[in-house]
Each structure stands twice: as C-alpha cells, then as structure tokens.
C-alpha cells in the first residue's frame, strides 16, 4: 500500500514537469547563421543525372523491365524510354494499348492508363510527373 501511495504521489509531483511551457514564438533575430550565405555548391556534390534522365546503376534495365511486364500479360512493346526516374512504357494488355510508368528499383507500376498519345494529357509529355 505504501509503495503505491509513493508512486501516486510520485506522479502527481511531475505531472507539472510534463506539462512545462513550450518555447514561445521564434523570430528572425533568434537565428544566428555563420556560413557563407552566397557559397556555391560544391561540384563534387553534383550527380551525372540529377533530373532522373538515365536510370541509376542498379536500377532494372530495359530487358528485365520487359520481361516482368510480360509475366503481367503485357505484350507488343511500342514504346519503352527513361523518363523523370521512371521507365515510360507503351504496351498491349490483351486488346487494350496501355501506357504503363514502371518503378525502375523494384519494377512495380506506379501507373496504369489508357494510351492516349498524350491527347488526353493536361501537360506536355516533358511535364507530366
């Protein structure tokens, strides 16, 4: 009985302790920055492909891309191009001309549509991500 008439009064003596103020509203001046505002970036910091132009070293190629569309029943590849960090592929699902955006890591599709040309798109083709 002792040791839980300890612990509630325990509790009860750092309940204030958990409900301290929070820091209040910051400004500007608060904020002390010692660097270099205006240094460029470094080069070496800079990547060959920042855009996602050409896929990575270990993403899938073109071929293993295919092939796992094709145990998903896809056939007839038109179209097959690394765009935005993504495979962009234009392929028949049985009668249907579908436009497929491919994961290039784990070869998932991230989107399934109907081919359109790019006629039923808001965007140009370069915008669409």
């Known amino acids: 009985m ?4 300890i612990a509630s009064l325990l509790v009860l003596a750092l309940a204030p302790a958990a409900q301290a103020q929070q820091p209040g509203p910051f400004t500007a001046n608060d904020f002390n920055f010692s660097g270099n505002v205006q240094s460029p970036i470094p080069p070496h910091l800079y990547g060959p492909d920042l855009d996602g132009g050409t896929p990575s070293e270990i993403a899938l190629s073109a071929g293993a891309v295919r092939l796992r569309l094709q145990r998903l029943g896809f056939h007839s590849f038109s179209s097959m191009q690394f765009r935005n960090g993504y495979w962009s592929v234009v392929a028949y699902h049985g009668q249907k001309k579908r436009q497929l955006t491919v994961n290039p890591d784990t070869g998932a599709l991230r989107s399934d ?7 039923c798109n808001l965007y ?3 915008d669409e991500f």
Not at 2 to 5: E, F, G, K, P, Q
Not at 113 to 119: E, F, L, Q, T, V
Request: proline share 7%; aromatic share 8%; hydrophobic share 30%.
């Open 113 to 119: 549509r109907p081919y359109c040309n790019n006629r």
């Open 124 to 126: 140009q083709i370069a």
């Open 2 to 5: 002792t040791t839980a008439l």
